[in-house]
């Protein structure tokens, strides 16, 4: 069981424009069966933790469907409406609690963190993050939510492409021993 940050980026280093939006990554040429791709890294997943603008996000793009099955975590300040199914649970906890939920709650699978880079380095922060998962698209915003805004020492283990991606999987140095 192992922690993972898996997002995509602009070449200069964004997840999402200024205005939290994905539009820029949803045009690119992606293959859903080719490697390190969402459908493969999915199934390993047992739980999900996301900051509110990700929720958001989700939300508005699946206009109210929500698409997870595993109990998902929503890191807020924000009064938010729940999804009519599934199980997402509202938190302003420290990560280090629900980390320990969610790794009850994920019965022996691995744990995402959707988004957003703050909230990823908040679990990197608390020694919680393991891997970090990049798929690097072929465009530059110049401005937006940073991938990761804090410095984190990474060992890289795994690229591949993926038609016009870079795709690039890194250990977090000094993590936990897996």
């Given at each position: 069981m192992?922690?993972h940050?898996?997002?995509?980026?602009?070449?200069?280093?964004?997840i999402a424009?200024?205005?939290h939006?994905l539009?820029?990554l949803?045009?690119?040429?992606?293959?859903?069966?080719?490697?390190?791709?969402y459908p493969?890294?999915?199934?390993?997943?047992?739980?999900l933790?996301m900051?509110a603008?990700t929720?958001?996000?989700?939300m508005?793009?699946?206009?109210?469907?929500w698409?997870y099955?595993?109990p998902?975590w929503?890191?807020?300040?924000?009064?938010?409406?729940?999804?009519?199914?599934?199980d997402v649970?509202?938190?302003?906890?420290d990560?280090?609690?629900?980390?320990?939920?969610?790794t009850?709650?994920?019965?022996g699978?691995?744990?995402?963190i959707?988004?957003?880079?703050d909230?990823a380095?908040?679990?990197a922060?608390?020694?919680?993050?393991?891997?970090?998962?990049?798929?690097?698209?072929?465009v530059?915003?110049g401005?937006?939510?940073?991938?990761l805004?804090?410095?984190?020492?990474?060992?890289l283990?795994?690229?591949?492409r993926?038609?016009s991606?870079?795709?690039?999987r890194?250990?977090?140095?000094?993590?936990?021993?897996?």
């Amino acid at each position: 069981m192992a922690t993972h940050f898996y997002t995509a980026s602009s070449l200069d280093g964004f997840i999402a424009t200024a205005e939290h939006s994905l539009d820029w990554l949803l045009t690119q040429d992606f293959d859903e069966n080719g490697p390190m791709a969402y459908p493969g890294f999915i199934r390993g997943v047992g739980a999900l933790a996301m900051g509110a603008s990700t929720f958001e996000w989700v939300m508005d793009h699946e206009m109210g469907r929500w698409q997870y099955t595993q109990p998902t975590w929503v890191f807020t300040h924000r009064d938010l409406s729940p999804p009519e199914q599934g199980d997402v649970r509202f938190t302003q906890a420290d990560v280090r609690q629900v980390h320990a939920e969610m790794t009850a709650a994920a019965e022996g699978k691995d744990i995402w963190i959707v988004g957003g880079g703050d909230l990823a380095g908040q679990f990197a922060d608390a020694g919680l993050l393991d891997e970090v998962w990049v798929q690097y698209a072929p465009v530059t915003l110049g401005s937006g939510a940073p991938l990761l805004p804090r410095r984190l020492d990474l060992e890289l283990i795994e690229v591949a492409r993926n038609r016009s991606f870079l795709c690039s999987r890194y250990r977090v140095a000094g993590g936990r021993d897996l």
